[in-house]
């Protein structure tokens, strides 16, 4: 193969490559699922889970600090299949791993934990809920909204 047609075929190849992967990952952007979320047993809080532009982040987490993270989707006989972390500088991380079904209910598991400097707390929580019919979720709103929470004033975080 001639090198200018071998730089042309690598270069569709990458492209297409990365068309796919940004399918992968983006799978759920532009929803929102409004739900309840809390302990295991019994969820306890109203919350929403917002996906756009690769990410996810949840209203409550926003508000105490853990900022938008990315997320990995994939499609699977049950529905889609979704992970990612939600990170904060001094509150821990949420992992998140859960399910979207083609009705639209969603059911999320999240390990929370919090690393200290002599042990490491963690609990298991859950989201529980259903996507909401219309939603243009942004994730630069989402970013900006953040600067204006302060979470020593939210009594809710005191949760995490």
Request: net charge negative; glycine share 10%; aromatic share 12%.
């Amino acid at each position: 193969m001639k090198p200018a047609v071998q730089i042309i075929f690598s270069t569709f190849t990458a492209w297409i490559f990365c068309a796919c992967l940004a399918q992968a990952e983006g799978v759920l952007d532009g929803r929102v699922f409004m739900g309840m979320i809390g302990p295991e047993e019994n969820p306890d809080l109203e919350d929403s889970l917002h996906f756009s532009d690769g990410h996810f982040w949840s209203d409550i987490c926003t508000r105490c600090g853990f900022v938008p993270g990315r997320y990995v989707s994939e499609g699977t006989d049950d529905g889609v299949r979704l992970s990612g972390v939600l990170e904060s500088d001094d509150r821990g991380h949420f992992k998140y791993d859960g399910l979207v079904r083609d009705n639209g209910a969603i059911t999320v598991s999240i390990r929370w934990e919090r690393k200290r400097w002599y042990w490491t707390s963690s609990r298991d929580i859950t989201f529980r809920g259903s996507q909401t019919p219309s939603a243009d979720p942004s994730l630069a709103e989402a970013r900006s909204e953040m600067q204006g929470f302060d979470p020593t004033e939210n009594p809710l975080c005191a949760r995490f």
